[in-house]
């Protein structure tokens, strides 16, 4: 049996002494035993022996692995020898093909998944993600605009102009925006955001691969389910259509991974050290994932102590060191950046979703995007397609139960599987419904206890359902593992009377294991993501003669403004090159002025709407002109001053009409018809 955490559990002679896949990156037998895993909730583990192996008595000694580890251990590294040695562990840290196969295997699948939008990078738009992309690609572009100007990215005037964008209060994932900065300046934020999309799922899904194989089960197969599971999950799959700060999660099984080394006691000042960059790298990738994460490891540390409390004992002293050295190498390295976020320019206070909870059926459907899933029944259980936060299925719940009740003498399955509990039932929120309908009958749910603590007050906790997923996948990867162990071990029994019949048992038993795990994972695996052509830039931006009406230091206006309704306008200032700035715009701060003497006031989507912003929208919204008055044509004129216009651009769109009308009336003079689009020059 192949030498890994899960296999030293102290429970796991359960399957069998056949042979789990020994394979190229098992852990190897100078690690000491029973280390838990980590999903997004993470472990206390990878212990001193003494701290975390179970009775010696309950598992028999195991053998290494024949085959060399992938990663060559600290002793291997560490131990001197000649220069065949050094060369022999040289080539046993080039990556095998079979391990770059489960890598370009996942990219080939996020590839699958966004080939609408690589087959047209200058108009491919996904369709579900609202005005979303627009408000990434625009960050992106953003980020790479100030960078290589040399300016902070923590603050732009491009949006919101003249007040401005925190840009640290909102999601500009400055861990990946600023690195790929040159790729954006050079081939555009379309391709950033399809690249940043696209390998952040493949590079997630890999780094779980890799933290299973090391810490949970050396069988390759079950490692690959493992991670695929924890990064193509149905609330996974919602996000990808947006939001690639909860797309891009690589960083998080590294730092599970971390904190794992921290539990040997070994190098805890290095380890705190690295597991405060990639701390730093996180908080600069996304808060909230680290916020969910965190919230899950936490669920997963309590179940395995109350499973194993002598083992959590041991580990709890270097741990601790460890945490406490990472945490002030963070604060360190992200303290002005955060002081910005919450205290500097258009910062904000928590923003109120409302409730936002799954209903209880959310959990056990299929999402629209799935091969199984009905669009009408997951459009009635969730708030919009981004959101489709739960969606696991039930034939993945009954499998998700059967491998728990099977396996739950060892103690790192009760820590999943609670995680998996607490996770869901977060998700439900503050009043739990069956199907969420209006006036049903409710009961109060555990997310009760977070509402309105500091940072969880901000959370949409339905989102709580996706920390299940990093769980899910390693129990299926264990379940899978016993199924493996199992078919080991019937190859080799004495109870059959030949060879033949010891065969088709092992046969059976894996054939019947693989049946089951397609039926859980067939109906909720993802389907290509939709994706339509985006309405052109206008002639007079894209041919640069909005030149002629807007002076430096004025604004553009689009008509109806940018906001979290309708950004398109967004792209109109990355094809211009950033040459002018835009009034409103799709981004978060504060939802009014700052007062002396009192907190940041609470968040708000987009810019404070002012008179004659709200008449545009009402007009576009409804088709109809309005009675334009001294009253409006006094607002519209300070608006306009407030907003430093220099002209007013329509694009061709529904109600375009109406929208032209009013304009006309509102400013006492017809628009210009420049291209495809009116101007009206303001003076």
Known sequence: MSETYATRDGEAGEAGKGAAESAPGSTPADVPGDVPPG?????????????????????????????????PTEATTATPGGAGERAGARRRRLPRPAALAVPAGYLLASLLLYAGLWADLDRGYLVDSGRDQNQWEWFFAVTAHHVLSGESPLFTTLQNYPLGANLMANTAMFGVSVPLAPLTAVLGPTVTWAAVLTGGLAATATAWYWLIRRHLTGNRTAAVVGGAVAAFAPPMIAHANAHANLVVLFVLPLVIDRMLKLCTGRRVLHDGVVLA?????????????????????????????????SAARAVAGPLARGLLTGAGVCLALVAFPLYWQFYGEQSYAAINHGPTGNPLLALVEFSERSLAGDPATADRLSLNPTEQNAFYGWPLAVLFLVVTVTLWR????????????????????????????EGAATVPGPWRLLDGLPLFESVIESRYAMVCAPPLGMLLALGWTAVSD??????????????????????????????????????????????????????????????????????????????????????????????????????????????????????????????????LWDVRWSGRVPAIGPEERRAAREDLAFWRAGALVLQRQPNDTALRATLDRLLDEPGRPVGDAWVWDVP
Do not use: H, N
């Not at 583990?45 to 290494?64: D, F, H």
């Not at 399955?413 to 039932?425: G, Q």
């Not at 985006?534 to 230091?553: E, Q």
């Open 486 to 615: 199992a078919a080991a071990a019937a190859r080799s029994a004495l109870s059959a009377p030949d060879d033949r019949a010891r065969r088709d048992r092992a046969v059976l038993i894996r054939v019947a294991g693989a049946l089951a795990l397609c039926a859980a994972l067939l109906p909720v695996a993802p389907t290509p993501l939709e994706t339509t052509e985006r309405p052109a830039v206008p002639t007079v931006v894209a041919s640069g003669a909005w030149r002629s009406y807007v002076k430096p230091g004025e604004s553009l206006v689009p008509v109806p403004l940018p906001s979290p309704g309708e950004a398109s306008a967004l792209r109109w200032q990355i094809e211009a090159d950033f040459a002018f700035p835009l009034p409103a715009g799709y981004f978060m701060g504060p939802a009014g002025p700052r007062i002396p003497g009192q907190g940041s006031p609470p968040g708000y989507y987009g810019a404070v709407p002012r008179p004659t912003d709200e008449m």
């Open 277 to 309: 960059l990639l701390m730093t790298w996180q908080i600069f990738l996304g808060e909230e994932a680290l916020l969910l994460a965190v919230t899950g490891m936490v669920v997963f540390a309590a179940g395995y102590a109350c499973a194993r409390p």
């Open 39 to 71: 999903p997004l909730p993470e472990p206390v583990s990878e212990a001193r022996p003494e701290a975390l192996s179970e009775k010696q008595s309950e598992t028999p000694p195991e053998t290494p692995p024949e085959t060399p580890p992938e990663t």
């Open 410 to 437: 060892r103690p790192v399955v009760k820590a999943l599987a609670a995680t998996v509990l607490v996770a869901a039932a977060l998700s439900l929120g503050s009043d739990i419904s069956l199907a969420g309908t």
